[in-house]
């Protein structure tokens, strides 16, 4: 139960501190931490889980290699 509330804790401390560092012209790595935060926090909340799962998809549509369109010669 302890190791359980502190992780929760854990979890919501680093969204707080990665959401400050993540602020204009503070400098710090605010979006990694609060990422961090969010994979602690995803195996106790479900909203944690979703963000996670919404994040990486849209990762791997930004990853996918286009298809190139083919080149027609006009000779």
């Given at each position: 139960m302890i190791r359980k509330t502190g992780r929760i804790l854990s979890g919501?401390?680093?969204?707080?501190?990665?959401?400050?560092l993540a602020l204009p012209l503070v400098p710090g790595p605010g979006i990694p931490i609060m990422i961090l935060g969010l994979v602690i926090l995803a195996d106790h909340f479900p909203w944690a889980r979703r963000i996670m799962d919404w994040g990486k998809a849209k990762?791997?549509?930004?990853?996918?290699?286009?298809?190139?369109?083919s080149r027609v010669d006009k000779n």
């Open positions: 919501f401390g680093l969204l707080l501190i990665g959401a400050v990762l791997e549509g930004v990853t996918k290699k286009q298809p190139q369109p």
